[in-house]
């Protein structure tokens, strides 16, 4: 009868504990979203469970401030987890967006070991950023974040996998031309070394440099930015206090540097 009874009890204790972890909540993975991001990136409002859910994607400047700046997404992130995968050791993650997402994004991995991210493009609002305070809510920019990739891929602390991130309808609260650019920052595709190159696709405020992203992603890039050559004279006077935000005047150009 003690031996029954055992049987019973550790019966009825796994079933509660498969029980709770299929039935989650939502609220354990934006616990954990919060803790590993140092509240800089959240999930708000999160519903379903830690398998299938949904919420509200919120980029924080974090900090102890009682109210810091915070900026979301317009539509709700959705993810599927696999729990099957877990108990073999291994995580396998879909995230989908109707608008920030143009296909569902897969992460798969091996727990503790490497990740594999498939191909996406990601696109988001501009004023995203300012949640992530200075200096983008001095900027306060508008118009299109647009980021590429064909597979990223992480291991023993190296990243590989061409990015490219563009900046469309480029916009500024510090300046009524609006937009001002298109431009487009490439990379060499590993990390860390990464090597950055930003040039201007088209628009009246030309934007130049190159730099490096270093161990513990210290960022170092120098650049240029000025009116575009042949730009009309009142534009130039409408860019002026943008440019001399940017970094230290040259003449009609700022010097951009970064972390030299």
Known sequence: MRLRGLLFVVVAVASAVTVTLVQAPAQWLAALVHSATGARVLLAEPSGTLWSGKATLVLSAGGSAPSPLRASLPE????????WALLAGRID??????????????VQARLGGRVDIGPARLQLPA???????????????????????????????RLQGHMTGEWQLASSALTPVSPFGHYRVQTNGVFPGTQLNLVTVSGPLELTGSGTIGEGGRLRFQGLARAAPGTDPAVKTQ?????SLLGRRDGEAAILNIGS
């Open 76 to 83: 709700p992130l959705s993810w599927r987890l696999s729990p």
């Open 93 to 106: 993650l879909t995230l989908s967006h109707p608008s920030a997402l143009a296909q569902p994004l897969t």
């Open 127 to 157: 004023a995203l950023l300012i949640g992530l305070g200075a200096p983008w809510n001095t900027i306060r920019p508008g118009g299109v974040l647009v980021i590429t990739w064909d597979k990223l891929t992480l291991d023993g602390g």
């Open 239 to 243: 860019l002026n206090g943008l440019i």
